[in-house]
Each structure stands twice: as structure tokens, then as C-alpha cells.
């Protein structure tokens, strides 16, 4: 079965470091994304990409880079952690058109301390 | 720009009782709507969604009805069980970009009590 998957699944890291989270993504979609959850904010939307090379900044993007090489991934790099990006994070793919169902992988909890 | 606003959480019922979970929308042209559920510790999965004015979506026993005049999608279900204990998103997707990026209310944390 196609599914999404995320690693690792529980992080902690120091306040400084880069830290590189993982997607990988088994339906063939074009389009991934990566949204925080925080409470009180729902999910809020990082960055996404529609294809290979391709890669957009969403609303809460600061401190955050992705790279699209190839279909089934989507790293997530938090160029120097703050405390301010202690969260839940979750990667999600997508068929291209807007009306498709968003698929979410499990999430990562990360601790920035 | 495009905004989602759900009631908020958390809202706790006892089991077999009605759920009405209110969700009202900000958006230019014609979004798609959605409900995404949350159980504890996993991610979000889809519920149920419309497309299109006076769609209604529904499943497992929940539905929601797009309604552009009072730009709203509501989510209700008429008997509730201890197992629908989750958080719900009300969410929307622009027509007019493509890919379908979501913009999602807070969340509304439901409890059923057995």
C-alpha cells in the first residue's frame, strides 16, 4: 500500500544545530508539503513543492529550507534551531489538482532546547 | 485573504448525544472544503469534503453541507461515540492555486464521555 512516512519521529535537539527532518512519500504525488502544529494555530503551512525542482515558501517559512530532487521526498531543514520551532511537524502529499485529498504522514515532535 | 474559523474546543459530550461543530470561511472565488479528523498521536486523515455550493460530504456517520450564501461548512453527526474523541480541522483550498495548498481553522478538540 502507498503510504507517507516521516523520520525520526521524536527529536531533541540544542538551540544552534541543523536538524534535517524526512519525508518519503510512496503515492507518486507531485505535490508535497510540510505544516507546524502549534496550539491555539491549527496547522500552519512551511513550505510545499509541485514537482522535482520545484519549492515555494508558505506562511510561517523563516528559519526553514526544503530541496525537491526527487519525487518521493521532501527534507525539511531547520537551518539553526530555535526554541521558537519546538513543535509538531507534518509532511503531507498531494495529487496536483486543489480538490485532492491531502495525505499526512505521522508527524515529528521536535524539542528545540 | 483566505481564512478558516471553527468554534472552539475542547467540547465534551456524552455518547449518542448530537454534535455540531461550527466552521465558517474567508475566501475569493470557489474553495474546496474539507474536515480532517486527528486521533491522539497520529496524523491528520481525511473526513469528508465538497467541492462545490450545496455539496454535502459524509462519512462514517458525519456530514457537512457547503453553504456559499453563509460561507460556512458545518460539521455535525447525529449520535457520537467514544471513539470520534479527536480534533477536528475545518480547512479550505483555493480554486485558484494549484496543488491545493490548505489553509486550516485551529482545531476543536472533541470529547465523548461513555
Known amino acids: 500500500d502507498a503510504e507517507i512516512t516521516q523520520s525520526p519521529r521524536h527529536k531533541i535537539t540544542e538551540t544552534g544545530r541543523q536538524v534535517t527532518l524526512a519525508c518519503h512519500q510512496t503515492?507518486?504525488?507531485?505535490?508535497m508539503f510540510w505544516y507546524r502544529q502549534d496550539l491555539g494555530h491549527g496547522l500552519r503551512l512551511i513550505h510545499y513543492?509541485?514537482?522535482?525542482?520545484?519549492?515555494n515558501k508558505g506562511e510561517v517559512s523563516d528559519g526553514y529550507s526544503v530541496s525537491r530532487s526527487n519525487t518521493e521526498d521532501l527534507p525539511l531543514t531547520l537551518e539553526s534551531a530555535a526554541s521558537s520551532q519546538t513543535s509538531v511537524y507534518f509532511c503531507?502529499?498531494?495529487?496536483?489538482?486543489?480538490?485532492?485529498?491531502?495525505?499526512f504522514g505521522p508527524g515529528t515532535r521536535l524539542l528545540v532546547l | 485573504g483566505n481564512s478558516v474559523t471553527q468554534m472552539e474546543g475542547p467540547v465534551t459530550l456524552s455518547e449518542e448525544a448530537f454534535l455540531t461543530i461550527n466552521c465558517t470561511y474567508t475566501?475569493?472565488?470557489?474553495?474546496?472544503l474539507f474536515w480532517y479528523v486527528q486521533y491522539p498521536g497520529e496524523g491528520l486523515q481525511l473526513l469528508l469534503k465538497?467541492?462545490?455550493?450545496?455539496d454535502k460530504g459524509s462519512n462514517k456517520g458525519f456530514e457537512a453541507t457547503y453553504r456559499k450564501e453563509t460561507t460556512s461548512f458545518h460539521l455535525e453527526k447525529g449520535s457520537v461515540q467514544v471513539s470520534d474523541s479527536a480534533v477536528y480541522f475545518c480547512?479550505?483550498?483555493?480554486?485558484?492555486?494549484?496543488?491545493?495548498?490548505?489553509?486550516f481553522g485551529q482545531g476543536t478538540e472533541l470529547s465523548v464521555k461513555p
Open positions: 503531507a502529499s498531494s495529487e496536483t489538482a486543489a480538490q485532492e485529498t491531502q495525505y
Open positions: 503515492w507518486n504525488h507531485n505535490n
Open positions: 513543492s509541485y514537482g522535482v525542482q520545484d519549492t
Open positions: 475566501a475569493t472565488g470557489y474553495p474546496s
Open positions: 465538497a467541492t462545490k455550493a450545496d
Open positions: 480547512a479550505l483550498s483555493d480554486s485558484h492555486n494549484q496543488g491545493g495548498k490548505l489553509i
